[in-house]
């Protein structure tokens, strides 16, 4: 049962690179239909990945950045009156030794206990959201900082390389190690099961790709979703962003908040697995598995891993 229309309902999104609260509320369409639109997100970075894969652990000084962000996302939905209905942590998590130091500073912060998911939980709660919003079965491509999470029916496979992931391994822009690394990904995480569908693109990659290829000034839900575009739109996107200087590409739409250190690596290994699907054309979505919490679960759902 789908809560009642306009209620506003929020989750909260701890990943690798950045914490996402979304509040949304479901609203009736024109068919008679409810549909679950964004109302209000905001974004911090917390780089939790950036300590994880350097040491193993977060960090105390992350530790408290991380506090904070939540306690600031707890006033506003106390601000706003919204209850939070569910709040999750991602790859980061799920690689660190002390995610449990994490998880009891979270919880006191944020007055709530947030629930490590598995790669496959992942993908199947961003898989729901589309299927949910397009009444249709795409499949979804999810490139976090931390990991990427690709389902498409009741398959689904998560693979722990990200956009942040990239980076700390790579650097700005993948060099001549880039294509043994591909190769050898590849080949323990095949994607074959996943090749020429009809492909939707989430996350703050997708996103970010959007914004610079649309050339918005700031985020706008309308024109970025269902946004369509093609394997030469990225690549000439890619290349517009790499070509400048670091200042300069951190003034870009959709880089801000240290996004404009990761983006290129994310659109590297984007391209990378549309090239493995043989997939030419691409959706763009906003929704993600922050949008599959709060619809209601369905206890016979079950997603094949590979």
């Known amino acids: 049962m789908i809560p009642r229309p306009n209620k506003l309902l929020a989750s909260i999104d701890i990943g ?28 911090d970075v917390c780089r939790l990945g950036e300590d994880v894969y350097d040491s193993g652990t977060v960090s105390e000084e992350r530790i408290n950045e991380l506090t904070s962000i939540v306690q600031k996302f707890r006033a506003t939905l106390h601000a706003l009156g919204v209850e939070l209905t569910a709040a999750v942590m991602t790859e980061a998590m799920r690689r660190a030794s002390n995610s449990e130091q994490v998880i009891a ?7 709530f206990k947030p629930q490590v998911i598995s790669g496959e939980e992942e993908a199947a709660l961003t898989h729901r959201a589309i299927t949910e919003w397009y009444n249709s079965d795409l499949m979804t491509l999810d490139i976090g900082g931390g990991s990427t999470e690709l389902t498409f029916g ?48 989430i996350g703050g990659t997708a996103t970010a790709l959007a914004m610079v290829y649309l050339n918005l000034n700031q985020f706008s839900y309308e024109k970025v979703e269902g946004l369509e575009m093609n394997l030469y739109d990225l690549e000439q996107t890619t290349m517009r962003i790499s070509n400048l200087s670091k200042e300069l590409r951190a003034l870009l739409p959709g880089l801000e908040n240290g996004r404009s250190d990761i983006i290129i690596c994310g659109l590297f290994w984007f391209k990378s697995l549309l090239e493995r699907l043989h997939i030419e054309t691409f959706r763009i979505s906003v929704a993600g598995h922050r949008f599959g919490l709060l619809y209601p679960p369905i206890p016979s759902e079950k997603h094949e891993t590979k």
């Open 105 to 111: 500073a979270v919880e006191k912060a944020l007055w």
């Open 154 to 201: 009741k398959k689904s496979l998560s693979i722990p390389v990200g956009a942040l992931y990239l980076f700390k391994e790579m650097g700005v822009i993948p060099g001549p190690e880039y294509k043994k690394f591909i190769k050898e990904t590849f080949k323990e995480y095949p994607v074959k099961a996943f090749a020429k569908k009809d492909l939707v693109f």
């Open 16 to 43: 690798s690179h950045s914490c996402i609260l979304l509040i949304a509320a479901f609203e009736k369409q024109e068919d008679g239909s409810e549909k679950l639109i964004p109302k209000l997100q905001k974004i």
